[in-house]
């Protein structure tokens, strides 16, 4: 074997190496939101690019948890959400128009979480469905108009036919997931991992933990 074939084996084999190494990341600026210290959040109700009227409130109620776990106290989103009512704001889009010290000065929180639900619902196949939801988020501190970070997630739940009864049982599971995926809103146990992926502490490049997380400060 020649020494040029040597050497070309060597630089592949370095090459592959490399390749292997080098996994993803994802590279976030804190530098504002560590600058920040938020405390409080108040979460609007989620704007819906997506044709399930669900969406909002799949979204919305599902926020509060994982960022209240992250260590910030969340703003109750019924009282939020209610508030807003009240004030004749109905609509997301006309919410997430409100200026930021607007909203410091009726809720007294240090930041708002606008998400927009990009995707949610099954999606069909011949013999499968999936179920997904996807959203966007960005934290604005309201104190000074800046974006202290932006994420994004997605979950979903395959379901497939029954393959035991060949192409026509497949058929009849994928259309029975149907029917009880629009009856029982499968989506809405999608939408709650999405929200844990998305606003979790601890997370590829998701928010940093709150002054009332015994990690605070850690990341």
């Known amino acids: 074997m020649s ?12 090459a592959t190496l490399a390749a292997g190494c080098a996994a993803p990341t994802k590279n976030v600026d804190y530098a504002a939101f560590k600058e920040s210290h938020p ?21 919305l109620s599902q926020a509060t948890q994982p960022l209240a776990e992250s260590g910030y106290y969340v703003l109750p989103v019924a009282l939020v959400d209610e508030t807003f009512r009240q004030n004749g704001l109905t609509i997301p889009g006309d919410i997430h128009a409100v200026a930021p010290a607007k909203l410091r000065e009726i809720f007294g929180a240090d930041t708002a979480l606008y998400i927009t639900v990009t995707d949610y619902g099954p999606k069909y196949q011949v013999v499968s469905s999936t179920t997904v939801v996807a959203a966007e988020a960005k934290l604005l501190d309201l104190r000074t108009g800046k974006t202290l970070w932006t994420g994004q997630a997605s979950a979903a739940n395959n ?8 192409l026509i049982g497949a058929l009849i599971g994928t259309a029975i997931a149907h029917a009880i995926s629009s009856v029982s809103d499968a989506a809405y146990g999608v939408a709650g991992r999405t929200s844990q992926q998305l606003l979790s502490a601890g997370t590829p490049g998701g928010i940093l933990y709150g002054p009332r997380s015994p990690k605070y400060g850690t990341d």
């Not at 109700?45 to 799949?58: M, R």
């Not at 497939?160 to 060949?166: E, T």
């Open 3 to 14: 020494k040029l074939f040597h050497r070309v084996l060597m630089l592949l084999g370095v």
């Open 39 to 59: 405390r409080s959040i108040v979460v609007l109700p989620p704007l819906n690019n997506s044709p399930d009227v669900k969406a909002t409130y799949a979204l």
């Open 159 to 166: 379901q497939s036919g029954n393959a035991g009864g060949g």
